[in-house]
């Protein structure tokens, strides 16, 4: 009977230290990752499903990834042969102008997706010109392309919320999110293969790819979506 309960006793101390030793932070953490992956996973059905949403959001988010480019400027100033010194006051003009594009995107939601992709070409044309002129002079050039870039994405942002219905927003949301890093990648891999002229293929093939990605469609091809 001694032994027994010496026993017993043994298998309880050791459930409870097995059971205390879990880690309730883990288990948060392997929930949270389980919605997250349901959350993304709903939003890739609903978007998959409508071919006007997932226009919009494959080109907000081939646009989006182009922001990686911001993080080149400093270097891009350096090939346009600005002076180190005058490296910090000359980027602050391209943030600035890029602002006053945004600004500009409720305006700019009223063009046509052709018209759209006519804007962010001239931002290409513009940042083709730069990475041809080893200027400082050309750096104006980059700050008029990043003003365009920002009206078009502000553009592409409004569609895609518009052609979002019911209660998928957030997974939609979610979707784009990670769309979005893709093009970055592209980014980082043309930057290193050709710098700035690389870069502006890129932008050139996403202008191109605008009028289809952002076409307004009629009532007819999809009920209660006017974009």
């Known amino acids: 009977y001694f032994n027994d309960s010496?026993?017993?006793?043994?298998?309880q101390k050791s459930v409870t230290v097995t059971s205390s030793s879990i880690d309730p932070a883990d288990s948060g953490t392997e929930d949270a990752d389980a919605s997250y992956l349901a959350t993304l996973r709903a939003g890739v059905m609903e978007v998959v499903a409508r071919p006007p949403l997932l226009?919009?959001?494959?080109?907000?988010?081939?646009?989006?990834?182009?922001?990686?480019?911001e993080e080149y400027f400093p270097l891009l100033a350096r090939d346009l042969q600005v002076s180190t010194a005058a490296v910090p006051t000359a980027l602050l003009v391209i943030p600035l102008v890029g602002a006053v594009g945004a600004a500009l995107g409720g305006p700019a939601n009223r063009?046509?997706?052709?018209a759209l992709a006519v804007v962010l070409a001239v931002g290409a044309a513009l940042l083709g010109i730069a990475a041809a002129v080893p200027h400082p002079v050309a750096l104006a050039g980059v700050a008029l392309y990043y003003g365009l870039y920002r009206a078009v994405l502000v553009v592409a942002d409004a569609r895609l919320q518009e052609r979002i219905t019911g209660p998928a927003r957030a997974t939609v949301t979610s979707v784009a999110n990670v769309v979005a890093e893709l093009p970055a990648?592209?980014?980082?891999?043309?930057?290193?293969?050709?710098?700035?002229?690389?870069?502006?293929?890129?932008?050139?093939l996403t202008a191109a790819l605008l009028p289809v990605l952002l076409h307004r469609r009629t009532r007819i091809d999809e009920p209660g979506d006017s974009r």
């Open 6 to 11: 010496v026993f017993t006793a043994g298998l």
């Open 111 to 114: 063009l046509g997706a052709g």
């Open 185 to 204: 990648f592209a980014v980082y891999a043309a930057w290193a293969l050709g710098g700035t002229a690389a870069v502006t293929v890129l932008v050139a």
């Open 55 to 69: 226009g919009a959001v494959v080109a907000f988010g081939l646009l989006y990834g182009l922001d990686a480019f």
